[in-house]
């Protein structure tokens, strides 16, 4: 199901998973139009609670919802709050959140750093050939030859898989070599 916005989840925090399932329902087909009987059907409370539950959703602070009175339609109110742009927005700073955390928990080890400086240049590597397909396919010249765009992809590629090796070895280093290093030096120290 999708994510509701915050704002929703912080206005209605005390209401239960039902009122939650049946805000997240709507807000995932939020394109379509629902009688009461209809919600009844998908959820497994009675049509009295789910009309309390919707006219919550639309008589609270915001209006999350439109209500058409007579066969009583409900639909999302896509005018305030279309998913479609908030769904690109948390799919954004998710990922960038979630790839900023995971890179300061693999900067503070070697291995870890290893790992990172692969990943970047494999990522450059990506651009470099990006721009090789670009510029061959165009018919603008960007003033540098394309076979330079081939060997910086290549250099970038084989680079990342040297620095990315070099993570293992790190780790090997840090599990078996270092500790009998130090334990070397402390025994001729006694």
Do not use: C
Request: charged share 20%; hydrophobic share 40%.
């Amino acid at each position: 199901m999708a994510r509701l916005p915050n704002r929703f989840q912080e206005e209605f925090e005390e209401k239960g998973d039902t009122f939650f399932e049946i805000a997240e329902f709507l807000y995932s087909n939020h394109g379509h139009q629902y009688t009461l009987d209809d919600l009844t059907e998908n959820f497994d409370v009675t049509k009295a609670q789910v009309s309390n539950l919707v006219n919550d959703m639309a008589d609270g602070e915001e209006e999350w919802i439109n209500k058409s009175e007579g066969q009583m339609t409900i639909v999302w109110n896509t005018e305030r709050y279309n998913p479609a742009s908030t769904e690109t927005t948390h799919a954004v700073r998710g990922f960038y959140r979630d790839l900023w955390s995971l890179l300061k928990a693999h900067q503070s080890t070697a291995p870890g750093t290893y790992v990172i400086l692969g990943f970047f240049l494999f990522a450059t590597s990506v651009v470099m050939v990006s721009f090789y397909i670009g510029f061959s396919l165009s018919a603008q010249n960007s003033g540098i030859p394309p076979r330079t765009y081939v060997v910086l992809t290549v250099g970038s590629f084989v680079t990342g898989l040297f620095a990315t090796a070099m993570s293992s070895i790190q780790a090997f280093a840090n599990s078996v070599i270092w500790p009998r290093l130090s334990s070397e030096t402390f025994k001729s120290d006694d």
